[in-house]
Nanobody, 123 residues
Framework: VQLQASGGGRVQAGDSLRLSCAASGRAFSDYGMGWFRQAPGKERKFVASITASGSGAYVTDSVKDRFTISRDNAKNTVYLQMSSLKPEDTAVYYC?????????????????WGQGTLVTVSS
């Protein structure tokens, strides 16, 4: 599976962004998908996960009121809708694919990674 993330950019606090991650290769609908982010000088952290079918999703507590993960298996794409962005959301956002079709927050469970897309939120 090859993953290509896009949609990042520089925004103001309070703005919204939608990140996309397009997949190619093996059957996208077989994979659980996730988003992680890595702030400057920090470790990569889990943000959200969605099951292979899209029937279940989980967003980490710190952003669950502002971020939503979704997927369109017909388009081989997973999305991260981010609203009310804050400066602390500034990070490189990575999409990832897991052979486990379920929700997983564990970085090591994801075998395939996109290249990352930078989100910068200014105050």
């Amino acid at each position: 599976v090859q993953l290509q993330a896009s949609g990042g950019g520089r925004v103001q606090a309070g703005d919204s962004l939608r990140l996309s991650c397009a997949a190619s290769g093996r059957a996208f609908s077989d994979y659980g998908m996730g988003w992680f982010r890595q702030a400057p000088g920090k470790e990569r952290k889990f943000v959200a996960s969605i099951t292979a079918s899209g029937s279940g999703a989980y967003v980490t507590d710190s952003v669950k009121d502002r971020f939503t993960i979704s997927r369109d298996n017909a388009k081989n794409t997973v999305y991260l809708q981010m609203s009310s962005l804050k400066p602390e959301d500034t990070a490189v956002y990575y999409c990832a694919a897991s052979r486990w079709p379920v929700i997983t927050t564990v970085r090591e469970n994801y075998e395939y990674w996109g290249q990352g897309t930078l989100v910068t939120v200014s105050s």
